[in-house]
Structure formats: C-alpha cells, structure tokens
C-alpha cells in the first residue's frame, strides 16, 4: 500500500498568515492527489485534486502543488473558518490511501 | 446539487454484520462510483472499497476482504455497505461518497477522489 505522511501533525497560524501543510507519498503518485477539509462532525469536504485543480466553490487563498512523491497545501491567508483537519489521499493505486490528518489552530 | 443521504446510526454486537445504504439524487447515479470511507473516533480517514454501479464492479481493500460487500441498487439509486463479522474495532463513523470518476458504457476516467460525501452513519460494536 502506498503511505502518505503529512507533517506537521498540527499547526497554529496567526488570522491573516500563511499555512503550509506538507504531504508526502512512500512512492509515486504522478499527480493523482486530492486534498480534503474536515470540521468537528462533519463530512469531508473536497479543496484540491489531481494535485493543484480547485474544486469549485473552494476559496482561492487555497492551493496545492508538487507531483511524484512530495505534495503541499498552502492557505494564503488563514481564516477563522479554515480551523479544520486537512488530509491528503492519493488515488494511484489501490487501496486508495489517506495521510493521518493535519490539524490547523488559530495562534 | 448531489445529495448523499445515509440510514440512522446503529448500535450492534460483537460478530454480528451491519448494513447502511447511501441514497443518491441530483445526479445521474449510474455514471459514478460510490466509495465508503470510515472513521474510527479520533482517528484518520480510511477507503474500504467502492462499487461502480454501472458495471456493477467492487474493489474491496484487503483488509476488509471476506468481511465487507458493497451492492447498488440503481432503481432507487441506493448504494449499500454490509459489514459483517463486527469487532469493537469496527466501531466508526462509516461514510459513503461519490468517486469523481465519470463512466460510459466502454470505460471510466481515473479520478478516483471523493467530491460528494453522506453525512455519515455511527456504527457502535459493543457487547
């Protein structure tokens, strides 16, 4: 199965600044990454697929980038709506595979 | 606008089997994949299988192999997951969402990531 690791596991960013969580793919994923939001008893929500492509709807203080092994998710501009667990999942192969959830605070 | 709509939660014993449906509306149900997704509390996001009704097709991950079937039933437009054999580590919010993925009668696209999601069903084991 291929693992993928996010790091940090948590993050408190000031209102206003910039967060990057990283994820990386124990081998290749091309460019066959989502990114998903999850508040407190929610469903997840769906930001970023096929690595750096916005779903619609979804903020552009929003974006992803990297292919291959190494993956990022940057908020521009951290808002108080964006506290929430971030996970990647890869779809390159099956089992499709999730990282272990980044947790995002306000500082 | 796609709606996943998911059955009640359910509170089940140990080495007994568990059954939740997914209803779809607003899209066209049999050029999708249905995937489910559980959640254990506290815990991380996690694939078991999905089922393309269309083909009526089903990749299961293997360490739910012989334990979990997915069915659809596209006259109600209704995905189902049974999970038998169910231990307290089953114990999860069980969630089904809609694999991106577009089909037609000869093949379907790769996106295999998740756009719609239930609102997700609690699945309790305990004796």
């Known amino acids: 199965d291929i693992v993928m690791t996010q790091s940090p596991d948590s993050l408190a960013v000031s209102l206003g600044e910039r967060a990057t969580i990283n994820c990386k793919s124990s081998s290749s994923n091309d460019n066959y990454l989502a990114w998903y939001q999850q508040k407190p008893g929610q469903p997840p929500r769906l930001l970023i697929y096929?690595?750096?492509t916005r779903e619609s709807g979804v903020p552009d203080r929003f974006s992803g980038s990297g292919s291959g092994t190494d993956f990022t998710l940057t908020i521009s501009s951290l808002q108080a709506e964006d506290v929430a667990v971030y996970y990647c999942?890869?779809?390159?192969?099956?089992?499709?595979?999730f990282g272990q959830g980044t947790k995002v605070e306000i500082k | 606008q796609v709606q996943l709509v998911q059955s009640g939660g359910e509170v089940k014993k140990p080495g007994s089997s568990v059954k939740v449906s997914c209803k779809a509306s607003g899209g066209t149900f049999t050029s999708y994949g249905i995937s489910w997704v559980r959640q254990a509390p506290g815990q991380g996001l996690e694939w078991m299988g999905g089922i393309i009704p269309m083909f009526d097709t089903a990749k299961y991950a293997e360490k739910f192999q012989g334990r979990i079937t997915l069915t659809a039933d596209e006259s109600t437009s209704t995905a189902y997951m049974e999970l038998s054999s169910l231990r307290s580590e089953d114990t999860a919010v069980y969630y089904c969402?809609?694999?991106?993925?577009?089909?037609?009668?000869?093949?379907?696209?790769?996106?295999?990531?998740?756009?719609?999601w239930g609102q997700g069903t609690l699945v309790t084991v305990s004796s």
């Open positions: 999942q890869q779809y390159y192969n099956t089992p499709w595979t």
């Open positions: 096929w690595a750096s």
């Open positions: 969402a809609r694999d991106a993925l577009y089909c037609t009668t000869i093949s379907c696209s790769d996106s295999y990531y998740f756009d719609y």
